[in-house]
């Protein structure tokens, strides 16, 4: 199991190939889960390659944090 805490509010958690999240920053108490792909769950990137443009990965899930906010609708 890999825990992952992004910030006060919001943590990944990765178990048996699936990909658990919670997050409440925006008071919504989000949880969800998918299985653990290696591309990214929002733009379908790959994942773990880091090359000159992109951003460092956000994590197992989601390229860039950028991704990360589209998916789970924040701005
Ligand atoms: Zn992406």
């Known amino acids: 199991m890999k ?3 992004k910030n006060k509010d919001c943590v990944f958690i990765t178990l048996n190939n699936k990909v658990y999240y919670i997050d409440d920053s ?3 108490s ?3 889960s998918w299985e653990l792909k290696d591309y ?3 733009c379908g990137s790959s994942l773990g390659i880091y ?3 992109a951003e460092e990965d ?3 899930s989601f390229c860039s944090k ?3 906010y589209k998916y789970t ?3």
């Open 3 to 5: 825990i992952e805490i």
């Open 26 to 28: 925006t008071d919504e």
């Open 30 to 32: 989000i949880i969800d």
């Open 40 to 42: 990214c769950q929002n």
């Open 51 to 53: 090359n000159g443009d």
């Open 58 to 60: 956000y994590n197992n």
């Open 66 to 68: 950028g991704c990360y």
């Open 73 to 75: 609708n924040k701005n």
